[in-house]
């Protein structure tokens, strides 16, 4: 340890610079990962807040909320708790079309499990009225406003705001499920006929074997079928363990290049009876504290630029995966510095006598 | 009669086999006691460095024993001859053995370092005054004289009280007078701090300051008279 930091000191450029390049490393992996999971939470953080457990589509709609059509006469096949879910994503925008937002609109029963709490306003209580996510406060939108979703001429009227939530990278508005159907232009708007696109429910089973068109999915498994999610993930992350691998290259060979300049010195070192494990030691000391620096600049830095970051992109901090980021970093730094191990091991004292 | 510090028992020392097989030793004896500085004089490829590593456990011998402090060296395992090199054996190398990153003082606070003890500043400092060093103690090795260096070297090898100092050429890379300077340092330690030192060498004007010296030939070891008055 000591002879690993007194060197660091002395060659401060040389090891300043590996610093640097696994900095970069880690800045990288740092903002992929709030990118990854501001993507995340912009898909799926309306159907966090369902806390449901299952979701029922049409089986054939391959496995797509948009693409499923179901009756809302088909609750009666499913059990548990469970609230009809209606979608319709659209432009969000007033009746003067002075504000235009992309929007996913939910339709849903006024008193289902579904339906978000009421922080300012009131709830649904009659015909054309509409709550918005607080997020669209900040875009103008305000309570009493007239709007209109998609290309409808039917308008409603801003009752109530919830908590910040999104669905596919869209703020949400929900409705009741009639008042959706009626800014969808749906010939039927009430009735046990009423076109919706889901069953979302809590525990809940099918209640005999007989549901012919509907199929039943976890609530994870509806998540990753949401459109481009996991595609998305998969990218993010799959760039993430590849910098993993990169991280671990070039600490490998950096350490492997700097034990081979200095095998004469550490045939010295033998010599005098200080052995492969404290120069591995030292190589260890040295690459955790450079991956240490490397890490701690990095999250700085993401943190940084995450409060001035424009507030399109969808960035958003992880400390779980940061955490878990930073440890795999740091197993890369030590790994790679083991990597030199035997050629630490393989040199022969005996060429220091000569 | 006190028993030798360090003891080399038929030592033969054969690289390689067969038709190649070159005999760097043969039926080398030697014997080195406290108090006693003895030189190894050779030509180049005599068996000297063969015999050195040999001595601090760093090859084994075909055939033959080292003996240290009357233990046998050739049977133990690598950590203990690693653990006996660190404490009680002094290097003093043909190049500087000192590392490059630390300043003479951290050269010693490293040892303590590695023992697991705290930093014996009272003795380095008393072993660097000794050696004319104290104004030297916070340059790195490459400020320093060749024969500063020699001498930070010396300090190095005597800082753990070894039993048993071996010198491989350490005047190689020094004009005539710090040679002497060295050699004088070197028989001083001998006698005055009761130390075995052990100086392979093939320059004849530095073996005066010797009380015994050995030379070697084509890998045969034979004591001679020594030159002192
Ligand atoms: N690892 C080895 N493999 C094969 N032969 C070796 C090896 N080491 C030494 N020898 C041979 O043993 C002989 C003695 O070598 P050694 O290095 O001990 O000589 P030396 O007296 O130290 O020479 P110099 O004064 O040039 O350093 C030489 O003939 C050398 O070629
Ligand atoms: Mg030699």
């Known amino acids: 340890m000591y002879l690993g930091l007194k060197e660091m000191w002395h060659e401060k450029l040389r090891y300043g610079l590996l610093s640097g390049v696994l900095l970069l490393i880690a800045l990288v992996v740092f903002m992929l990962s709030g990118l990854a999971n501001g993507l995340s939470v912009g898909n799926r953080q309306a159907v966090d807040q369902w806390r449901a457990k299952t979701v029922y589509l049409n089986k054939n709609a391959n496995q797509s909320l948009a693409a499923s059509q179901l009756k809302i006469s088909d609750q009666t096949t499913v059990s548990g708790t469970h609230a009809p879910l209606a979608n319709l994503s659209g432009t969000l925008r007033t009746t003067t079309n002075k504000l235009k937002t992309s929007a996913s609109a939910f339709g849903t029963s006024r008193d289902s499990f579904i339906m978000p709490k009421v922080i300012k306003g009131h709830r649904i209580n009659g015909k054309d009225q509409l709550l918005i996510s607080a997020g669209l406060l900040d875009k103008g939108y305000h309570l009493g406003q007239k709007v209109r979703i998609g290309t409808t001429t039917h308008s409603v009227k801003i009752v109530g705001t919830y908590q910040t939530s999104t669905y596919s990278i869209a703020p949400t508005v929900y409705t009741d499920t009639s008042t959706l159907n009626r800014l969808k232009g749906s010939p039927i708007t009430s009735g046990k006929d009423q076109p919706i696109n889901a069953i979302v429910a809590k525990n809940s089973q099918f209640k005999s074997s007989d549901h012919d068109n509907l199929e039943r999915l976890s609530i994870t498994t509806f998540v990753s079928s949401l459109p481009g999610y996991s595609a998305e993930q998969l990218t993010l992350n799959t760039m993430i363990y590849f910098l993993f691998v990169m991280a671990l290259a070039v600490i490998g060979i950096f350490m492997f290049v700097l034990t081979l300049q200095k095998s004469a010195l550490f045939g010295v070192l033998k010599v005098q009876g200080i052995g492969t494990r404290h120069i591995i030691g030292a190589l260890l000391s040295q690459s955790i504290a450079m991956a240490l620096i490397g890490i701690g600049l990095g999250l700085a830095i993401t943190i940084g630029l995450a409060q001035i970051m424009p507030a399109g992109l969808p960035f958003v901090i992880d400390w779980n995966a940061f955490g878990i980021y930073s440890v795999a970093l740091l197993a890369a730094a030590v790994i790679g510095a083991l990597l030199s191990w035997r050629t630490v091991a393989n040199i022969d004292p005996a060429v220091a006598i000569g | ?229």
């Open chain 2, 1 to 229: 009669m006190t028993n030798p510090v360090l003891k080399l028992d038929a030592i033969t020392k054969q690289f390689g086999s067969g038709h190649t097989a070159v005999t760097a030793l043969t039926d080398a004896n030697f014997e080195v006691n406290a108090g006693e500085f003895v030189a190894i004089i050779g030509p180049s490829g005599s068996g000297k460095s063969t015999f050195l590593t040999i001595a601090a456990g760093l090859q084994t011998p075909t055939s033959g024993q080292v003996y240290l402090n009357g233990q046998p060296l050739t049977h133990q395992s690598e950590r203990q001859r690693l653990a006996y090199r660190f404490n009680d054996v002094g290097f003093i190398l043909q190049a500087s053995n000192l590392i490059p990153f630390l300043t003479v003082r951290e050269q010693f606070k490293l040892v303590d370092k590695l023992a697991k003890r705290p930093f014996q500043k009272e003795k380095t400092e008393k072993l660097l005054a000794e050696l004319a060093l104290s104004d030297v103690q916070n340059a790195y090795p490459n400020q320093l004289s060749g024969g500063e260096r020699q001498r930070v070297a010396i300090a190095r090898a005597l800082y753990n009280d070894p039993s048993v100092i071996l010198a491989d050429e350490p005047t190689a890379s020094l004009d005539t007078p710090r040679s002497i300077d060295v050699v004088k340092r070197l028989a001083d330690e001998a006698h005055h701090h009761n130390k075995a030192i052990v100086m392979v060498t093939h320059d004849q004007r530095l073996i005066s300051h010797c009380d015994v010296v050995y030379r070697i030939e084509d890998g045969h070891l034979a004591r001679t008279e020594t030159t002192k008055a």
